[in-house]
């Protein structure tokens, strides 16, 4: 099954510095000679596999790192790999790994659009913000969220037009009793995901998936690799 690593990582210093940034283009570099050795049949371009890193609006310490794998397995195989462990080192000194986070989504969530099929978005790592939105959802009421979820998306897939709304639920999960549901929108400011609050159509998409949540957070993020 196609997964997307999702990782934050909090810088250990009072800002994200260039040094930070420049062990984190270290360590995608790494990963790439991995894919390539190991994986000959992956994209090689960057974006095709979904790699990029964000930079939180809110807490610009925080920053999101994105990858692509055609599974579980796949990824594990890297993690386990010298080339890993190298390159994620000196990470160490530049994050608070105590703060660290990660797990898989159950889809490619940062594909590339494919505009021989037609589609005509933005996509997610092209667009100047995306927000990010966890939701916790208890574990028997995941089938009637992903209901409320398709039933009311194309409201919020049209406010944001062109850019791309995607979505998958976490595949690792801490507590069997809930489910987490992430998703993912493109915006051109955060002011605009903000207009989306006081729009018409807004209550009619929110309230049924409020009334299945337990617990929401959105953050923002800008793309800096």
Do not use: C
């Amino acid at each position: 099954m196609p997964v997307t690593n999702v990782v934050w990582l909090t810088s250990s210093a009072a800002t994200f510095t260039p040094a930070n940034k420049a062990a984190m283009e270290g360590a995608f570099d790494a990963q790439a000679g991995w894919v390539a050795r190991n994986v000959p049949s992956a994209p090689t371009d960057r974006e095709a596999r979904g790699v990029a890193l964000f930079q939180q609006v809110e807490d610009p310490r925080v920053v999101m790192e994105t990858a692509h794998w055609s599974s579980s397995d796949e990824h594990n195989a890297w993690l386990a790999s010298d080339e890993y462990k190298t390159s994620s080192a000196p990470l160490g000194s530049h994050f608070d790994f105590g703060k660290l986070e990660y797990f898989h989504l159950d889809a490619g969530v940062f594909r590339p659009v494919d505009s021989a099929a037609g589609e005509a978005e933005e996509p997610l790592l092209r667009s100047p913000v995306i927000s990010v939105g966890r939701v916790l959802v208890p574990a028997d009421k995941k089938d009637d969220f992903s209901k409320a979820w398709d039933g009311g998306k194309t409201i919020l897939e049209n406010f944001p037009k062109p850019r791309q709304v995607r979505s998958s639920f976490r595949v690792q999960k801490p507590n069997p009793e809930t489910e987490e549901f992430v998703f993912f929108v493109g915006w051109p400011t955060v002011e605009k995901h903000g207009e989306f609050g006081q729009s018409p159509g807004f209550a009619e998409y929110a309230t049924p998936l409020r009334s299945l949540a337990k617990g929401l957070d959105v953050k923002h993020y800008k793309r800096i690799l």
